[in-house]
């Protein structure tokens, strides 16, 4: 079993930076991938970025270049660098981890991008 809680969001201006951050617990050996999804109100929940136990990523196309998935081993972590936000980012973002036969999902935190 693995908890997953993510902290970090908040209310940012356009242009600004968040570092979303994601903390496991329990389990975590097998761990497979690690990811970021993101769901805004009346819209389909999305892959915003991903990485692998190698550390291969993964992002959606409307976060390249602006978004940096990463992970540290040691500390059970995975973060989410934001940078050049816009409006659009506006979401609930939820932390994301597999392992063979099983899938967790944190809470969601709150990012909002407005003036």
């Known amino acids: 079993q693995v908890q997953l809680v993510e902290s970090g969001g908040g209310l940012v201006q356009p242009g600004g930076s968040l570092r979303l951050s994601c903390a496991a617990s329990g389990s975590s050996f097998s761990i497979n991938l690690m990811a970021w999804y993101r769901q805004a109100p009346g819209k389909q929940r999305e892959l915003v970025a991903s990485i692998s136990f190698n550390s291969r990523t993964n992002y959606a196309d409307s976060v390249k270049g602006r978004f940096t998935i990463s992970r540290d081993d040691v500390k059970n972590m995975v973060y989410l660098q934001m940078n050049s936000l816009n409006p659009e980012d506006t979401a609930v973002y939820y932390c994301?981890?597999?392992?063979?036969?099983?899938?967790?999902w944190g809470q969601g935190t709150q990012v909002t991008v407005s003036p």
């Open positions: 994301y981890c597999n392992r063979p036969g099983y899938a967790y």
